[in-house]
């Protein structure tokens, strides 16, 4: 997922995707994993956003769950369904929901 989106910069640091974009916002992607409850990995993503005035602080934006197989625990906003993220443009649907989330702050 590394490619998710290419706006302006993304750098890999400390474990985070970092996007730097003209609009003075930071937002960071924290990626682990966990067992799920069939033994299978669960990846889990938090997001933030970086503030630095007036003292540095990371606002939590949200997260969400994945499986290998792309599936989410976030609905659409549009409706009842889970969001899978199985192309590029699902992944961009995604992180556009937390862009939109930072500017907001």
Not at 11 to 37: C, E, H, M, N, W
Not at 53 to 77: C, I, W
């Amino acid at each position: 997922m590394s490619n998710l989106l290419v706006v302006r910069d993304w750098t890999l640091k400390s474990g985070a995707t970092q996007f730097r974009g003209d609009v003075g916002r930071t937002i960071l992607f924290a990626y682990t994993s966990k067992v799920g409850p069939n033994g299978g990995l669960i990846g889990n993503v938090k997001c933030f956003l970086k503030q630095q005035h007036p003292f540095l602080q990371f606002v939590d934006l949200g997260g969400f769950t994945y499986t290998g197989a792309g599936e989410t625990n976030l609905k659409a906003p549009d409706d009842d369904d889970f969001i899978v993220i199985d192309v590029d443009i699902a992944a961009l649907y995604v992180a556009l929901n937390f862009i939109h989330k930072a500017l907001a702050k």
